[in-house]
């Protein structure tokens, strides 16, 4: 991991690696378990590079996404909703505008949601799913190990986790202009 992560001091430093990871100009960042961040990787989902790319330099780090999707692979029917988990400092109005993004039908959750919200199904079985048991205490420390012992505090102290998830299987439309609205 390069030094790029060790000298970051807060989530906007954070947010600002992982706009740079997005575009290609970093090779990895601390959670991810590829050494590279590629086309395997984006699976057909190139168009929300923008605004995550966006979403992060305004202060949203986005760790986990995925397009929405609904179609047949091989003989299976995938469904997927769309989906992006980030972390925001939790004193920053755009907390705020993230969870208003409910008023637009969004399921918004702040932390680690309490039931099962399934994310990706095949063949009508779970293949995805957020929340419905215990997060380990530990998850920041996994997602961030490497990084500035300054950022990591804050991310800690001050970092709110939000998921928002488009309820409807297989819509890829409006998530994400919601999300650019919202981070712009």
């Given at each position: 991991m390069g030094s790029v992560w060790r000298t970051a001091r807060s989530i906007d430093d954070l947010g600002e690696n992982m706009a740079l990871w997005l575009e290609?100009?970093?090779p990895s960042w601390p959670g991810y378990l590829g050494d590279e961040f590629g086309e395997e990787e984006t699976n057909g989902a190139r168009h929300l590079m923008p605004t995550l790319i966006a979403?992060?330099?305004s202060g949203f780090v986005t760790t986990c996404s995925q397009p929405g999707s609904d179609?047949?692979?091989?003989?299976?029917?995938?469904r997927q909703r769309a989906w992006v988990e980030g972390v925001v400092h939790d004193h920053s109005p755009l907390l705020g505008r993230l969870l208003r993004l409910q008023d637009q039908g969004f399921t918004v959750?702040?932390?680690?949601?309490k039931r099962q919200i399934v994310l990706t199904e095949v063949d009508g079985r779970l293949v995805t799913a957020i929340g419905g048991w215990r997060m380990r205490r530990d998850s920041v420390h996994c997602n961030w190990r490497g990084v500035g012992h300054r950022a990591l505090r804050e991310v800690r102290q001050h970092g709110a986790t939000i998921h928002i998830i488009d309820p409807v299987w297989g819509r890829d439309d409006r998530l994400w202009p919601a999300l650019m609205g919202a981070v712009r």
């Open positions: 290609g100009r970093i979403a992060n330099r179609e047949v692979i091989d003989g299976a029917h995938w959750v702040r932390g680690w949601p």
